[in-house]
């Protein structure tokens, strides 16, 4: 199965239904069933203590699949996210940009499942670990 929306495309493609999102991420590299998603950290990101907060890290894990799916499926803003699990393994660096790993195991007509490390910038440890699972809107 090819791509049909490459980086720039799909980045294009997130700005425009997600605007509220933009800027926040960027696609480091993609590739059939897999990408690296960087969330560019901002003050908005932190915590008290200055570590990127739990949901940003949940939003990065879950943006990372759903553009996973969309470079595969093509424009379908209507994909959703049906089941997610998230371990937080270790706290991420201060101020740091994450990186998410992103590699979809399955994709159906129906469901799409992904699984996904994230890192700080820089360090070779996962803080996060998610498995994601993606419902798509059947074909017309």
Not at 3 to 30: C, H, R, W
Not at 41 to 49: A, K
Request: hydrophobic share 45%.
């Amino acid at each position: 199965m090819a791509l049909k929306l490459n980086a720039t495309d799909l980045m294009a493609y997130i700005d425009e239904v997600f605007p509220q999102v933009k800027g926040d991420f960027t696609i480091d590299s993609l590739e059939e069933m897999a990408l690296r998603v960087r969330l560019n950290v901002d003050d908005r990101h932190l915590r008290p203590g200055g570590t990127v907060s739990g949901p940003s890290i949940f939003a990065l894990a879950d943006v990372a699949v759903y553009m996973a799916v969309l470079s595969m499926t093509g424009r379908e803003a209507l994909a959703v996210t049906t089941s997610c699990s998230i371990d937080f393994m270790r706290k991420p660096a201060a101020n740091t940009d994450l990186i998410a790993d992103c590699r979809l195991l399955k994709l159906g007509r129906v469901l799409a499942v992904g699984d996904v490390l994230i890192y700080s910038d820089g360090m070779d440890t996962p803080v996060a670990r998610a498995s994601l699972t993606y419902s798509i809107p059947p074909k017309p």
